[in-house]
């Protein structure tokens, strides 16, 4: 990644500049595909993809050799479809709505069923048809959100006419902490997972999130699924993030001033200034995704150089301190590194008190966005 300060000069006033590269997303996915082999990996591309624009993420997924895309909603399936060619599959995770059989059948939009009367709905949709539907079983091995609780694995189990004519293509579940290395729940988590399938023997399991895959192929099962790593986050306590990053964001300076010691700075008055500073005001704020909890506490970076955030993250703007800077350093139009080789996506989520889901999901439209 280039480590030089960005100078980019827009007709359109931007006030910043997210640069997504999905070389670096390509990159990700064959890293990953080589550490779950010999099981595939599918793309978890909810959420518009983690914010980057699914229907630009996953078609380079696709390119890489992606065949399964898990999204959380079907108006979500029903967004990406067009992108993305027959062959390849799209799970809803959040489950069937009532109502949305139809549209799921009729588009090819295999859900996830996370519960009995789930189930229940699917095989009557199919019966109505005269079809077999396919599907994936998620049943809850201990987070407790979503699934099949062990009763009604078992209510399943002993009943298997309830599937009438559903193809199962997967027993699926979802680790609650696959990112913590060293976390008891894990191998809990395993063990549920290997109860439950033991009820389904034919069918192969899809259990890992991106942290799951650095956890073992005790925890791969036939299909993996990954969002995060992808997106180039830390998938894992456990190693140094090995994930090439994927975004970059500047944001561009609006107004530089200097003030001398105690004058009040941003809404509120909350930070008052004690020698005579050099500030800049940046035209991002929370709007675009950059925390209100970000306030006193997080900073920008030039070529390198820390310029801390000083008093409240407004709406559509903050003011940073740029003393450490030589006066002439940063002039209206220049831009400074929010998330970038000085300052990763972990690090401004710690920051903020988030992680790095939260940061990306958030970064919103204002941005001039460049896919690379
Ligand atoms: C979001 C999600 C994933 C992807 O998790 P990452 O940690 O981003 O890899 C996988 N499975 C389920 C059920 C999810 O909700």
């Known amino acids: 990644m280039n480590t030089q300060p960005r100078e980019i000069i827009s007709r359109d006033g931007a006030s910043g500049y997210l640069a ?26 909810k959420a518009n993809a983690y914010g980057l624009d699914a229907n630009r993420v996953a078609p380079a997924l696709r390119e890489a050799g992606c065949r399964d895309f898990f999204v959380a909603h079907i108006g979500e399936a029903l967004r990406v479809k067009p992108f993305l060619d027959g062959n390849a599959r799209i799970f809803v995770l959040n489950g069937l709505q009532p109502g949305a059989e139809g549209t799921c059948a009729d588009e090819g939009i295999i859900p996830v069923l996370n519960s009995l009367e789930q189930v229940e709905n699917w095989s009557q949709t199919a019966s109505g048809r005269r ?17 099949l609780p062990p009763e009604e694995v078992e209510t399943l189990a002993n009943n298997p006419g309830l599937l009438g004519s559903i193809d199962l293509l997967y027993i699926m579940s979802h680790l609650a902490s696959g990112d913590e290395s060293d976390c008891i729940q894990n191998a809990d988590q395993l063990a549920a997972m290997r109860a439950a399938s033991a009820h389904f023997p034919s069918l192969p399991l899809c259990f890992a999130n991106s942290g799951g895959i650095f956890l073992g192929e005790n925890f791969h099962g036939a299909m993996v699924r990954s969002g995060i790593a992808l997106c180039g986050g830390a998938p894992t306590d456990a190693i140094a993030n090995p994930m090439r990053p994927v975004v ?18 941003g809404y509120g008055g ?63 139009g220049s831009l400074v590194e929010l998330i970038g080789p000085h300052q990763t996506l972990e690090a401004i989520a710690a920051d903020a008190g988030t992680i790095s889901y939260e940061i990306l999901t958030g970064l919103g439209d204002r941005y001039h966005r460049e896919y690379r």
């Open 131 to 147: 079809a077999r539907l396919p599907a994936v079983l998620q049943i809850d091995s201990g987070m407790s959100r979503l699934g």
């Open 270 to 332: 909350a930070h008052v200034t004690t020698t005579e500073t050099r500030l800049a005001t940046i035209a991002a704020g929370y709007a675009d995704g950059l925390p209100r909890s970000l306030s006193h506490k997080g900073a920008a970076y030039y070529n390198g150089t820390r310029l801390p955030i000083v008093g409240r993250v407004s709406m559509d703007s903050i003011t940073i301190d740029v003393s450490a800077l030589s006066p002439s350093t940063l002039k209206l």
């Open 20 to 45: 997504i590269d999905l070389k670096a997303l390509q990159q990700n996915y064959r890293q990953l595909v080589e550490r779950a082999a010999p099981v595939p990996v599918a793309a978890v591309v």
């Open 248 to 265: 970059r964001l500047d944001v561009r300076v609006i107004q530089t001033r200097t003030v001398p010691a105690g004058t009040r700075v």
